[in-house]
């Protein structure tokens, strides 16, 4: 497997309900960061767990790091039709020039 | 959030010829990078640019590209002949804080298309 996969590729929920993706890995990190991509846009910066880091919330998102089995998860709670979108993991591998490595993505439908 | 602008959103060429893409970072910040996605693809790293020199590239980074940094706020990425694998999206970031392990900021990116 490569360097930043994610699990599903793709997930289909409803409106208010959780939606949970997962992020393999295969280095030691700096950090790994997490980011939000509509069709075709730009990719927007969601929320970074650094390496020491266990889980951090902001707003609705909620990230675990575990690095012993180099696996992150972002949940969203009570999401919305806004949350459609693409989402993706990046590490920061150590010992790069803090390049981000991106993992395949997973793409989130969220119905009415 | 802090912001990092890119020109042009789209620009469209023939196979062969040269494009210059623009990108304009983070104020006062020492790290820059070039990343691309092709359509349907995942992000890829082109090129970490730190202290006016190229710090890592990667694989795609051949001969056919360059970076530079013309004057004090802009950074650019050069093709020097387009071929029709080139057409994606390009991106450019800079990390928050200036320090490599910050959060990294994307430009809304160009969409380069090759004909």
């Known amino acids: 497997s490569q360097q930043g996969e994610e699990d599903p590729q793709a997930l289909s929920i409803q409106e208010g309900e959780n939606a949970t993706m997962n992020c393999s890995y295969k280095t030691s990190i700096n950090n790994l960061q997490w980011y939000r991509q509509n069709s075709g846009r730009g990719l927007v910066h969601l929320i970074l767990i650094r390496s020491n880091e266990r889980e951090k919330h902001s707003g609705r998102l909620r990230v675990t790091l575990d690095t012993s089995k180099k696996s992150s998860s972002l949940l969203i709670t009570a999401s919305r039709a806004a949350d459609t979108a693409s989402y993706f993991c990046a590490t920061d591998e150590t010992g790069t020039a803090s390049k981000l490595t991106f993992g395949t993505g997973t793409r989130l439908q969220v119905t009415l | 959030e802090p912001e990092v602008t890119q020109t042009p959103s789209h620009q469209v060429t023939q196979m062969g010829q040269e494009v210059i893409l623009r990108c304009v970072p983070i104020?006062?910040?020492?790290?820059f990078y070039w990343y691309r996605q092709i359509l349907g693809q995942k992000v890829e790293f082109l090129v970490s640019?730190?202290?006016?020199?190229?710090?890592?590239k990667s694989e795609i980074f051949d001969d056919q590209f360059s970076v530079e940094r013309p004057d004090g706020s802009n950074f650019t990425l050069k093709i020097r002949s387009t071929k029709l694998e080139d057409s994606a999206m390009y991106f450019c970031a800079s990390p928050r804080g200036g320090a490599s392990t910050d959060t990294q900021y994307f430009g809304p990116g160009t969409r380069l298309t090759v004909l």
């Open positions: 104020s006062n910040h020492l790290y």
């Open positions: 640019f730190y202290n006016n020199e190229i710090s890592e």
